[in-house]
Structure formats: structure tokens, C-alpha cells
């Protein structure tokens, strides 16, 4: 079982800066991929990135690769995305996830947390 708390998001203006944390609790933690995902109002879930258990490999969605960085600290139990050069396209509520797989699918992961809200204005 994993329990996973989102924390970061707030309102800024275009072209800032923000990092969102991911706080994961639970006895395997190290052995899940983890993720983020985001939902804007009316449109479905999207993958934003994922990051192995070793942190050795990442995966960017086209919309965010190059300005969004996906980390995590295996000691802490943590997972992070900074995003930089944000836009007004970028709000929605992100959602931290968890899976046994390296995967883009929603339907794949087992554990979410119950998102934070970034929105960002023009």
C-alpha cells in the first residue's frame, strides 16, 4: 500500500517557476515507478512525466519535455517536479502517482494522491 500526498501548487503568472512535491508513505515505495499526471477542467487525465525507482530513467510528454523536470529522493520518500517557463496552457490539477510499470496509461498506475492545483495566468 502507498499513500501519496501532493503539495506546491498555487496561481502565477506566466514564464515563473514552480516546484510541486509528492510525499509517499508505505513499506515499498523504492520499488514503484512514480508519476505525475494533470487534469484541466472538461479535458481527460494526461501524462506529464515518470521516473523509474532508481531515478535513472525518465519519460517528458511532448507538452512539458525540456521545461519540466521530474526527481526523486528515495531516502526521503519524495517526488518532485519543477516547472519552469510555465504557460496558461499548463494549469490543471497534478496528480502524483504510482505504478509496478513504466508507463504513459493512466489506467496502469495503482495509487494517485489527491492532486494540487496550479493555475497560471497570462
Known amino acids: 500500500q502507498v499513500q501519496l500526498v501532493e503539495s506546491g501548487g498555487e496561481l502565477l503568472q506566466a514564464g515563473g517557476s514552480l516546484r510541486l512535491s509528492c510525499a509517499a508513505s508505505g513499506r515499498t515505495f523504492s520499488s514503484y515507478y512514480m508519476a505525475w499526471f494533470r487534469q484541466a477542467p472538461g479535458k481527460e487525465r494526461a501524462f506529464v512525466a515518470t521516473?523509474?525507482?532508481?531515478?535513472?530513467?525518465?519519460v517528458y510528454s511532448d507538452s512539458v519535455k525540456g521545461r519540466f523536470t521530474i526527481s526523486r529522493d528515495k531516502y526521503k520518500s519524495m517526488v518532485y517536479l519543477q516547472m519552469n517557463s510555465l504557460k496558461p496552457e499548463d494549469t490543471a490539477n497534478y496528480y502524483c502517482?504510482?505504478?509496478?510499470?513504466?508507463?504513459?496509461?493512466?489506467?496502469?498506475?495503482?495509487?494517485w494522491g489527491q492532486g494540487t492545483q496550479v493555475t497560471v495566468s497570462s
Open positions: 521516473i523509474s525507482w532508481t531515478g535513472g530513467d525518465t
Open positions: 502517482a504510482a505504478s509496478r510499470l513504466l508507463s504513459l496509461n493512466k489506467d496502469d498506475y495503482d495509487y
